[in-house]
């Protein structure tokens, strides 16, 4: 069975989007995967401020280990000003280049208060994941309204959104089950 990772893609004390990946996780684990939840909380964004590209930052480092040292990574992402967080950007921007995501399947997963259920933010992080060779995952699902649809004890109440999610999770498992051996043959790939 595959390694999983889920992201929950915001630093938002209370976030929406962590409550959503760890329901997410408990889906996966009950595929049979083995799963990890990391969430951009604990990103260690003291330590790159005032621009530390180039350099090896022990915390960062050992960040990117664990949310890359998986078969498949799962982005759980808000919408914040029409677009996703800035720390997911940050984040992307302090992986190891261009190895990182290459290869890597990527499963997206949006979520937000408004009508769209974050489909502009999933989108624009979609091609950055195109633009550094991750094999995009074609299902999505944008959860809209999200604390109309979710919560921690009930799970997903709209029926079609639990459905796509369902669907999502069995099969990004078969599929990252699938794809595993690629990245592991691809030369040169690092986490660090
Ligand atoms: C900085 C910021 C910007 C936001 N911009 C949008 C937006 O453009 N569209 C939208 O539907 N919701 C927006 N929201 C509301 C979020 O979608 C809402 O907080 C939802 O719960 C998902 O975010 P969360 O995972 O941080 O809880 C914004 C929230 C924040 C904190």
Same mark, same amino acid.
């Given at each position: 069975m595959p390694k999983i990772t889920i992201l929950s893609a915001t630093d938002r004390p209370g976030s929406m989007a962590l409550k959503v990946s760890k329901f997410v996780q408990t889906k996966f684990n009950e595929q049979g995967a083995e799963t990890d939840l990391v969430s951009l909380e604990d990103y260690p964004l003291a330590d790159v401020a005032g621009g530390k590209y180039g350099t090896d930052i022990p915390s960062v480092i050992d960040f990117n280990e664990r949310v890359l040292d998986a078969d498949g990574l799962v982005l759980v992402i808000p919408e914040y000003n029409g677009s996703f967080p800035?720390?997911?950007?940050?984040?992307?921007?302090? *992986?190891?280049?261009? !190895?990182?995501?290459?290869?890597?399947?990527?499963?997206?997963?949006? !979520?937000?208060?408004?009508?769209?259920?974050?489909?502009?933010?999933? !989108?624009? /992080?979609? *091609?950055?994941?195109?633009?550094?060779?991750? *094999?995009?995952?074609?299902?999505?699902?944008? /959860?809209?309204r999200v604390s109309k649809i979710f919560n921690e004890t009930d799970g997903i109440t709209d029926q079609m959104t639990a459905q796509l999610m369902d669907s999502l999770v069995a099969n990004f498992t078969s599929f990252t089950d699938l794809n595993k051996g690629e990245r592991e043959r691809k030369a040169g790939i690092k986490t660090a």
């Open positions: 800035g720390i997911l950007k940050v984040f992307v921007d302090y *992986l190891p280049f261009p !190895e990182a995501f290459e290869k890597l399947p990527i499963a997206f997963i949006g !979520e937000a208060a408004g009508a769209f259920g974050a489909l502009r933010a999933v !989108e624009q /992080m979609q *091609l950055i994941a195109n633009y550094r060779n991750a *094999l995009n995952f074609p299902e999505r699902v944008f /959860m809209q």
